[in-house]
Nanobody, 120 residues
Framework: QPQLVESGGGLVQPGGSLRLSCAAH????????IGWFRQAPGKEREEISC???????NYAGSVKGRFTISRDNAKNTVYLQMNSLKPEDTAVYYC??????????????WGQGTQVTVSS
């Protein structure tokens, strides 16, 4: 059973940093695009970043310049480094694996989510 498990969320002050991890179990991430999403209370889920199988990153405008996505296929893990965090970044963050290696907004396997709270 393929699974994705997110970790690294928590409470951080504005301006702080967190690194989220998305670890794959039961399958190899190598050939798939991986996306990061977030959903804040009362808001729709937002795709914030995606990385292709060849490690080309994409970012939503809301996080570009502050967040960095990367992958370590040897560890079967994708990371999301989040810097200069703002209160509006507060949300549950999810990762998902695409069906193919390109970022085409079509995902099959989802993680359970990790909470990120940015507050003083």
């Amino acid at each position: 059973q393929p699974q994705l498990v997110e970790s690294g969320g928590g409470l951080v002050q504005p301006g702080g940093s967190l690194r989220l991890s998305c670890a794959a179990h039961g399958f190899a991430l190598d050939f798939y695009a991986i996306g990061w999403f977030r959903q804040a209370p009362g808001k729709e889920r937002e795709e914030i970043s995606c990385i292709t199988s060849s490690s080309n990153p994409n970012y939503a405008g809301s996080v570009k310049g502050r967040f960095t996505i990367s992958r370590d296929n040897a560890k079967n893990t994708v990371y999301l480094q989040m810097n200069s965090l703002k209160p509006e970044d507060t949300a549950v963050y999810y990762c998902a694996a695409g069906w193919v290696g390109e970022c085409i907004n079509d995902y099959g396997t989802w993680g359970q989510g990790t909470q990120v709270t940015v507050s003083s």
